[in-house]
């Protein structure tokens, strides 16, 4: 198995891309964008492994939700 960091994917991997996108896009249709990109990475994964705290982050939430939804293996620190 692969791990993917969606930290190393395109729209995070280069500091200026996303900035980029919120002056092209606007701040909304630019988060929806990297959200989708996001997703279309962990519909691949088998699993998905949830950090201490990322109920705090929008993104994670909706990344456990869909992988939920899926059919994912969900991990996090209190179950490994």
Known sequence: ???????KLWP???S??????VWLLGGKA???LVIRYD????RRCD???MMWLSDRSRGA???RMKA?????????YENL
């Open 12 to 14: 995070c991997k280069h």
């Open 61 to 63: 939430r909706l990344e």
């Open 47 to 49: 699993a998905i492994y």
């Open 68 to 76: 939920a939804q899926w059919g994912k293996e969900i991990l996090n």
């Open 30 to 32: 630019a988060y929806r």
């Open 16 to 21: 200026w891309v996303y900035p980029a996108l």
């Open 1 to 7: 198995h692969d791990v993917v960091n969606p930290t």
């Open 39 to 42: 997703l279309f990475w962990l």
